[in-house]
T-cell receptor, first 118, second 118 residues
Framework: DGGITQSPKYLFRKEGQNVTLSCEQN?????MYWYRQDPGQGLRLIYY???????QKGDIAEGYSVSREKKESFPLTVTSAQKNPTAFYLC?????????????????FGEGSWLTVV | AQKITQTQPGMFVQEKEAVTLDCTYD???????LFWYKQPSSGEMIFLIY??????QNATEGRYSLNFQKARKSANLVISASQLGDSAMYFC???????????????FGTGTSLTVIP
């Protein structure tokens, strides 16, 4: 089945450690995104990538890093520089828009990863 | 200014009744898309309905309809015949037209928690 797979579902991190969240999609989507969600809040964009080997910072990129070596994969590393990393992380993807008129291409999400600092 | 505003943190509705979840948006772009997503307690974001800024008619998908009032910049979600399984968080989102600088970012509201009462 086509979809977006995030792993692990639950992750515990010690202070000062880097951790990497995996995101793989087999939808042949060009664009991929990472969002952070805190309790009672909406989604905030961390990083996004429109094509392989290219990515851009979102609104809250500090303390995070990404790579896009393959179209299917967009891993997120939460570094020790991220002071408050405990949150729910959502990976998403969509087809790349190719015009100036909105095409209605929706964004599809994975099931999310819960990260807790212990 | 907030791109997407959802003013109802929580809503209750009786089973089988209809409910309206409010969403207002802010953009000066003539081409944009409006989306609604459902997030159950499991965390996954599920796409519900889409409305393009140039669409003349309100979008409908089964029990979901979008009350699009362009002049008022509102895109309220109407759920008819509520079911217990509709209890979840609901997020309104907007995407402005293809923009190489923003990468087709989705802007999300803070969400509305809907509880369906038996």
């Amino acid at each position: 089945d086509g979809g977006i797979t995030q792993s692990p579902k639950y992750l515990f991190r010690k202070e000062g450690q880097n951790v990497t969240l995996s995101c793989e999609q087999n939808l042949n989507h060009d664009a991929m995104y990472w969002y952070r969600q805190d309790p009672g809040q909406g989604l905030r964009l961390i990083y996004y990538s429109q094509i392989v080997n290219d990515f851009q910072k979102g609104d809250i990129a500090e303390g995070y890093s990404v790579s896009r070596e393959k179209k299917e994969s967009f891993p997120l590393t939460v570094t020790s520089a991220q002071k408050n990393p405990t949150a729910f992380y959502l990976c998403a993807s969509k087809l790349r828009d190719r015009g100036l008129v909105d095409s209605g291409n929706t964004i599809y999400f994975g099931e999310g990863s819960w990260l807790t600092v212990v | 200014a907030q791109k997407i505003t959802q003013t109802q943190p929580g809503m209750f509705v009786q089973e089988k009744e209809a409910v309206t979840l409010d969403c207002t948006y802010d953009t000066s772009d003539p081409s944009y898309g409006l989306f609604w997503y459902k997030q159950p307690s499991s965390g996954e974001m599920i796409f519900l309905i889409y409305q393009g800024s140039y669409d003349q008619q309100n979008a409908t998908e089964g029990r979901y309809s979008l009350n699009f009032q362009k002049a008022r910049k509102s895109a309220n979600l109407v759920i008819s015949a509520s079911q217990l399984g509709d209890s979840a968080m609901y997020f309104c989102a907007m995407r402005e037209r293809a923009n190489p600088n923003t990468g087709n970012q989705f802007y999300f509201g803070t969400g509305t928690s809907l509880t369906v009462i038996p």
